[in-house]
Each structure stands twice: as C-alpha cells, then as structure tokens.
C-alpha cells in the first residue's frame, strides 16, 4: 500500500490491482493464522480437560477398587474373631447376610458391590460354603475349584483379586476379591470374598467422560475390555481389530500410559485418546472427539472469514476511492499545468503582436503602414483584454465572488450586439447565421445582460470557431415557462461543425478542463468559456447542457431565469401605415426563415404569403397579383435572387413595389447587378424582428425619424465643459486627453489625489465633473474623494466623481461609491461607455453644443 520509492527519489505508486491483491493476501494470511493459532490453543484445551477428566476419573476407579479392598479387610478380622470363638455356621452366615444386605442397601458405599460368602474348612461342622442372601450357586459348585480360592491361598494372607469374564452365577463379568484367614497358629481357617460387578464400576468412567460425545472405558490387566459405550467391546480382547482404540495395545502390554494418540473412535468421529493405567495394572481410556470442541473454532473461523471479505471490501473501497481521487487531482493538476501551459501561450501570442506590430509602426514613416500596426495591436489588445477577463471571472468563480447584477435590457438589442461583435468572423468564413427570436420572450427582461451576451458571444464564437467555411450557426431562443413574472428562457446555438466526442462532452463544462488539447491547440482559446459560462448561468437558476456528434456538429443549450420588463413589444411598424392593406411576399427556399416570416408578420399585422422557390413565387404572383413588398433570397436553386427580382420588376412594372433582398452580412460583391436587376434594399442575416420592421418602414416611405437614432457625431460634444481628471500615470492621462479632445471638453490634470483635492478646493465652480483614478500615490482615490465631499463648498457635494480603476469587481465598485464616487469606469477604457458616462452626468443646460443638441 505504501508508495515505493525509485533511486531517483521519484514517488512511484503501485497499480491499483496490486494494491488490492496485497489487502485481500494480508486478510488471508490473517485469517490463516487467526485460524492455526486458534486450533491449537482448542487442542491444548483439549488435551488438558481429557487428562483432568482422566485424573478425576482414576482417583474414583482406584477408590471404587480400594474401597471393597478395605472392607473385606475389616470384615475378614470380625469373621475370624467369630470363628476363633467358636462361631457355628449359622453365626458366620447371619454375619455375612447382616453387611451384604447392608451394603446392598446402600449403593452409594460400594459401587458395583455383588455379595459376599466365604468357604471354611475347619468349623466344627466340617467344611461350609457361607454364602450371603442375594447369591445362589449352582448345586454343584466346587469352592476348591475356583480361581478366586486359588488365588487367595496363593496371595498368603494377603487380598487376592481375581477376575472372571463370565461368571458361573450371572454370567457377567465380576471381580472378586478374597482373603485367608488364620488362626494364631497359622492355619487356615476359611477364605472370605466379596464380589463387585464390574461394569458398574467401569460405568462410572463410561458415563464421566461422555460430556461432549467423548467416553471412557475400563480395560483389565490382561487388555480384556471391561467396561465400553458399546456393549460389543465388552470382553472383547483389546487387540481385536474391530476396536479402533486397538492401535495402543502395544503400549499397554510394555505398560506406558498413551497421553494424547490421534484415532477415529467406533462412531467414525476423529478423536483424541488417552490411556493411564491404574495402581492395580488396569488401564483407563478416554476418547474425545475433536468435532464438538472444533465446532466452536469452525464457526469461529467463518466469522473470522467473512469479517475479513467485509474488512477487505471495505479496505478495497477506500482505496479504490483514494486512487479515485488521487487521480482526479493528478489530471486537475495535469489540467492545471496544461491551463497555465495554455494561457502562457494566449497571452504571449497577443503580447508578442502588440510589441511587434508597435516596434514597426515605431520605424516606418509610411502613415498607411501606421494604421495598419495600430488596427493589428488593437486586434491584439481587444483579444490579450478577452483572455484577461476569462481568467478574472475564473478566479472570481474559484474565490466564490462571482455575482449577478440584475437591470432591465432589450433582449432583442443584446442579441444583435452579439452577432455585431461575431459577425466579421461569420462573413470571413462565409458561414450562415440564423436568428431566431421567439417573440413571446417579452421585449425587455431584467437580468444581467452583460453575464447573459457573455454566455452568448462564448457559444457563438465556439460555433463559429469549430465550424468549417460556409457551415451553418443558428442561435433560437424560446420562452420555456413564464409564472409569477418569471420567465424561463432558452438559448440554443447549433453547429455544423467538427463536434464533440462523448469522452470529452463529459468534461469541457469543470474548470481547467479542456477538450483534447490538440484541438485547442489548433483553434485556440483558453478553454474557460465553458466553465465560465455555466457558472454564469447556473448563478441565473439555469442550466448549461449540449448534444453533439463528433464530425456532424454540436448543440449547445442553456436555460435562465429572469424577470420581465416593464416595455412590452409595441408595433414595430410606424402606426401611420395602413397595415392591413401591406401585403408582402416572402422567397426563400430555407423553410425555416419562411416560418420565421410568417410568425413575425403575424405580429405585425401584416399580410404575407412565402414561396420556397422563384418559380412558385411567380405563380403565386399570377394567382393573387402584385405585392407590395417582396423579401427575395439571394442563393436559391433553380431561379436565382436577381433572376427573380427582374421577373418580378417586370412583372410589377406599373405598380410600386420594393425589392429586398436577402443576402449574407457581405453583399457588396452582388450590390450593383442586384441593383441592376432592381433590387431595393439589402436585409442582411442573420434576420432580426426590428431589422425586418425597419425595411418595412422604410420601404413604405416613413422611416425617418423612427429607425433609431445613429451613432452621434461627437466632435464638439462637450464643448464648454471642464473635467478634472486624477490619474497618476502619463499614459493613462493622455490617452482621456487625447480620445476626449474631439469633444471639446476642457481637462485638467492633476498626478495625484492630495493635487486633486486642492484643484478642487482651489476653483470648485470651475469643473463640471472629476474622473479619479484610484490608485495613486501619496493620496489614493478614495481618501481624495472623501476629503472633496468633506469641502464646505455645495459643489464639494454635488459635482459627479467617477471612479476609473482596473479594479472591477463588485466589492472595488462598492468602495468607490461608499467613498463618496457616483459611478465607476472600468479600465482598459471603453470609449464609448466614456461618452455614454459624460452625456448621463453632464447638465443638459450648459455648453454650447449640448444645448443645441438637446
Ligand atoms: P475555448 O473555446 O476558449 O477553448 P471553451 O471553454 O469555450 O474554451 O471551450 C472548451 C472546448 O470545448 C474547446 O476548446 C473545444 O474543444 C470544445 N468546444 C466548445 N464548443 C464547441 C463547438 N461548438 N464545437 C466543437 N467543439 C467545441
């Protein structure tokens, strides 16, 4: 699991397969072990509980034994006494019935106790077999003749112990112990007995040792079975093979004890057997089955078992997410390294331009050439600015600091501002765009149209980017849902281009995560605009998402929310025409902008009729007469635009009727034989409402006044006004002095905010308004504006002071307006939000030219 290490140093990670193998071979080896170890502390267990069995039950067998040992003893001494003093048979025979009925009556005394009688040979009354009550013996029983008189005349005053296997009584197997007794003179006087049968003693160890299936048995000097669970055995020479335990007979006739011998006992279970032999050369057994004592550890080693499969699926899980995450952050680095990689390269490469293209215009003297530099580093800068503000809005999305701010906008006004800014890329790759606009979006919405145009430029500029020459874009809008003045709307942009593989759609939206960097190498671009944009639109309570086909074309869709507008969609067209009586005739063989005719005219109120080719246009012409206005598609299969249009000014000779066509942005190069053919107006695409509405305006003669109003001339603009401008850089300086100079506004300079405050203080009729950097030194922009507002003067509080600072987040503007600033610029310097910022602030009522303008 740990990572290796190369002699380089260089951390090297085992593969993930090893890692796992490595888990589950530990959790085996563990359980094995677990398992090895277990067993044998079972097994000592085991063997210990046996040999305490064994000792217990050897102590009671050897009392068992003893015990009638003693008594014949003690019994032996009352009968000779008896017959010392000239005890008659009757005397000795009420003794021997008195103890045996005694002992009978009390099992507990005398395990196994069978009776007792004795044999005498010198009673006055001759010879006499005594015998207790419960003996009766066969009528010709010969005392002489028995192993037990044998015996006891051969032990010699001592116990004799005689077994036998089948006695003549019962049959069974009986130990009898048997003792002479002598006068004081030494002789003889009788032999006394006592019986005990065997397997009531051995039934003890039989029975002792049978907790947990194991059991004992008893085995005599002789290896003759004498006591076993399974009454078979019994008598049964010890070596008989049908005895599994037979094994250890050798060991028995040498006379060692067997402590722990490996067999499997008579019911088939493997067993542990021991054998002691006892004081009188007897032997104890006992076999314990290992089954019962292993059943624990069985069931043990499966817990044991399936913990460890749970342990190890866990471990695996964890690592497996660990690796998971490791290499996420391995390819978020890798990511990162190719994003810096990246970003070096756009921003070197515009760099590289600006400083090349100012070098030459530095040396050449050719003013054309000039121009040519400077429209070259504009390109350049205008793009270093774009790849700038990406990665801005990429930090502010990472820091969280990303905001919206809301204000109303016309929709249809941002769209058009998008394609003007795309257009020229459209046009330079002959491409075709199409618009559409539903026109149940409201007119205006409020939400923050800047972030909104961003999102559209970015998924145009891709389109645009991605699609091969005289491929199509569309861009179609929809209102989703609308409720409680909330409306859902959605934009899509399709291509036609290259695509986007499934691998790679899963990961263009994450930030740093760019499509194969072969292709962004090869079209450019920083890869932020996607993350970018769905953070936008996801701060706007949409959402981004695309389908695409790798070489057929992508589509890229996003839904927002936002509110609706106060203006709603007024006619278009002027009200003093006669609407109803317009009849327009639509030609184009993209069915598409029929429909989208169609829908526009119906909101207009305007009669239309479309026609997919020229020869139907015609016909319908034949059918329903002239038209007043016709909008003609340039490209058409068969009857080209101009084709058409000469038929239809033929056609139309002595009515008036206006021809527009329908071309793409760039039509200068048709313009004079479409002309000639009669065309009137050109419509460029991608086709908006308001432009459609402007052509017809102006085809029917009433545009003037009402085609909004165009870019004003500024030159003289300001004229008459006075400007403080607090700007610490020289540069910065002369670039508002000399963009501002044709407006006439009259500046004065100060290099910093303490010089600012006392040019103020020093003349504050004088300005009409201050443009206050903020960073500057010795007094900042703040600390100036704050000291300007605290002036005793009433123009100290009213004069309009605008922040111009590259700082441009949301929380440097809230400075700058807590400072006491009105507005805030932000830099690099839009020109024309400059104008638009004096026009909102400078009095209408003072200069020359405003008033003459107003
Ligand atoms: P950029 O365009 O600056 O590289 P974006 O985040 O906008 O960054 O796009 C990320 C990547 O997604 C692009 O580099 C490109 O590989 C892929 N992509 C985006 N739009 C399209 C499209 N319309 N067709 C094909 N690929 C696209």
Known sequence: MEDGKTEKGLTVRRPLYAQLMFTALSFLVLNVLTYVFVRNVIYKNLVRNAENVLIIVQNQIENDLNNPKAYLAGFSRTIRTAVMRGGNADILKEYFVDLSNHLLADEERLPGFDGLFGYFENLPEGRVFTVDEKLVFPPDYDPTQRNWYRNAIAADGEIAETLSYSDVITGETILTYSLCIFDDDGNRLGIVTLRLKIDVIGKSIVESALERGGYGMLISRDIIMLA??????????????????????????????????????????????????????????????????????????????????????????????????????DRESRHKSAFLANMSHEIRT?????IGMTTIGKTTGDIERKDYCFSKIQDASNHLLGVINDILDMSKIEANKFEISPLEFNFEKMLMRVVNVVNFRVDEKKQNLSIHIDRNIPKTLIGDEQRITQVITNLLANAIKFTPEEGSIGVDTSLVEESGGVCTVQVSVTDTGIGITPEQQARIFSSFEQAESSTTRKYGGTGLGLAISKNIVELMGGKIWLTSEAGKGSAFSFTIKVKRGAESHAGLLAPDVNIGNVRIMVVDDDKSILDYFMEISHEFKVRCDTAISGEEALKLLEENGCYHIYFVDWKMPGMDGIQLTSALKAQNAEVKSVVIMITAAEWTSIESEARKAGVDRFLSKPLFPSHIADVINEALGIDKGRIEEAQTNIKGLFAGRKLLLAEDVD???EIVIELLDPTGIEIDCAANGRDAVRMFSEAPHKYDMIFMDVQMPEMDGYEATRRIRELKYLEAKTIRIIAMTANVFREDIEKCLDAGMDNHLGKPLDFSEVINMLRHYLPKNKGVKNETRN
């Open 228 to 329: 076993h669970p399974n009454p078979d055995f019994v008598g049964l020479d010890f070596r008989d093979p049908s005895i599994p335990v037979s094994i250890f007979a050798d060991k028995m006739i040498e006379g060692v004890d067997v402590t722990e011998g490996s067999v499997v006992n008579y019911t088939g279970d493997k067993s542990i057997a021991f054998f002691h032999r006892l004081s009188n050369g007897w032997y104890i057994g006992l076999v314990a089955p290992e089954g019962p004592f292993y059943r624990d550890l069985t069931n043990m080693a499966y817990t044991l078992f399936m913990l460890g499969i749970i342990f190890a699926a866990i471990l695996a899980s964890i690592l497996i997410r660990i690796d998971m995450a490791k290499n996420k952050s």
């Open 350 to 354: 515009p760099m590289n331009a600006i």
């Open 731 to 733: 540069i910065n300086r």
